[in-house]
């Protein structure tokens, strides 16, 4: 089932990409800057789903088709402060994530974190563009997005 999601995840990957339309990073940054400091705060109440179901969801999908184990590597594409970055690691010993995002700032929120939940012996951050991944193809086992679609 992964491999079928894969090929699909890299077809819309070239679709979404080759397309005119590219996001205005510089826009996307100046948005999470500004709100960085706060997004965390109170997030399950403004978001429509909140983090307790989508980690719900993403575990049924995972026991359906193949748990994560500590050798799996996971990207989480725009990953803000690391909500669900840190929520694989908490769930999953010793599994390896990576955390992209283009805003320091909200990498810098994700790090402090990171740091209080003692979890950065598994979630490394990397500041970039989700329209560039700085990784080679195949490279992680699962790679997950939660609000980068939209910009």
Request: aromatic share 8%; glycine share 4%.
């Amino acid at each position: 089932m992964f491999h079928h999601q894969h090929k699909m995840f890299h077809s819309l990957r070239r679709h979404f990409f080759s397309t005119k339309i590219s996001p205005n990073i510089q826009a996307i940054q100046h948005e999470f800057k500004r709100q960085a400091k706060w997004f965390e705060t109170n997030w399950d109440s403004r978001s429509t789903v909140s983090t307790s179901t989508l980690m719900d969801w993403v575990q049924h999908c995972l026991h359906h088709h193949r748990p994560l184990t500590a050798t799996d590597r996971v990207l989480d594409v725009a990953c803000g402060t690391g909500i669900f970055a840190r929520s694989v690691a908490s769930s999953v010993p010793g599994i390896n994530v990576i955390g992209l995002d283009a805003t320091p700032e909200m990498l810098d929120q994700a790090q402090t974190k990171i740091n209080q939940e003692h979890l950065q012996d598994q979630v490394t951050l990397v500041q970039g563009d989700a329209a560039s991944l700085p990784f080679p193809d195949h490279a992680f086992d699962l790679v997950t997005s939660r609000l980068a679609i939209h910009h």
